[in-house]
């Protein structure tokens, strides 16, 4: 079993619409929960971070962190085309070697006109 | 954030060739990693590498087959030694900016073929 498990999708929905990209994970050290954004051929964007458990909103993005599930959670409000890209979701633990980021396989999303 | 540049961008290479990967910020940072991103495989974290320290690898990579330096600290190279076709990937670097080491920053990667 890995670690980070996320669909990989591609998942497709029309301008306007919700998203919601999901990864769950088993380790529960897991204390620092980070969302990136990839575009075709660029490097992973930082979109959001989210300590411990809770939401965190930023413009159209929501962050959910739910740690007795764990679950982790990006909501997309008012999709628009230029959401379209790769959300990575990743993760990390306090550990005394430095918190190394374990990420997801990524999601495929397709905002459509 | 930090702004990163990589060189090459992208490079065919014939197996059994070694190529240099350059990863160049624009602000003195501490911590940089190198990581592959295989297709439809999440980011695996190749090394560590601070400046004035030897870099730390991870499980599965050692460093006669990915090099690095780390001579200052706005730059560092990543090598792929004696190449193969299960090389290709995209490689890229990222730096911590910040308290914690979670909030990393990528530079837009390099996607190496190997024939």
């Known amino acids: 079993q890995k670690e980070v498990e996320q669909d990989p999708g591609p998942l497709s929905v029309p301008e306007g619409a919700i998203v919601s990209l999901n990864c769950t994970y088993s380790?529960?050290?897991?204390?620092?929960f980070m969302w990136y954004r990839q575009y075709s051929r660029k490097g992973p964007e930082l979109l959001m971070y989210?300590?411990?458990?809770g939401n965190k909103e930023d413009g159209r993005f929501t962050a959910q962190v739910d740690k007795s599930s764990k679950y982790i959670s990006l909501f997309i409000r008012d999709s628009q085309p230029s959401d379209s890209a790769t959300y990575l979701c990743?993760?990390?633990?306090?550990?005394?070697?430095?918190?190394?980021?374990?990420f997801g396989t990524g999601t495929q999303l397709k905002v459509e006109l | 954030s930090a702004v990163i540049s990589q060189k090459p961008s992208r490079d065919i290479c014939q197996r059994g060739t070694s190529l240099t990967i350059q990863c160049q910020v624009d602000?003195?940072?501490?911590?940089m990693f190198w990581y592959r991103q295989q297709p439809g495989q999440s980011l695996t974290l190749i090394a560590t590498?601070?400046?004035?320290?030897?870099?730390?690898?991870e499980s599965g990579f050692v460093i006669d087959k990915f090099p690095i330096s780390r001579p200052n600290l706005t730059f560092s190279t990543l090598t792929v030694s004696n190449m193969s076709p299960e090389d290709s990937s995209i490689y890229l670097c990222?730096?911590?900016?910040?308290?914690?080491?979670?909030?990393?920053?990528f530079g837009p990667g390099t996607r190496l073929t190997v024939l």
């Open positions: 590498a601070n400046q004035g320290s030897e870099a730390t690898y």
């Open positions: 602000s003195q940072v501490t911590m």
């Open positions: 989210t300590y411990s458990s």
């Open positions: 990222s730096v911590v900016v910040g308290s914690t080491t979670d909030t990393q920053y």
């Open positions: 990743a993760m990390s633990a306090v550990t005394g070697g430095g918190n190394k980021l374990t």
């Open positions: 380790n529960s050290a897991f204390q620092y």
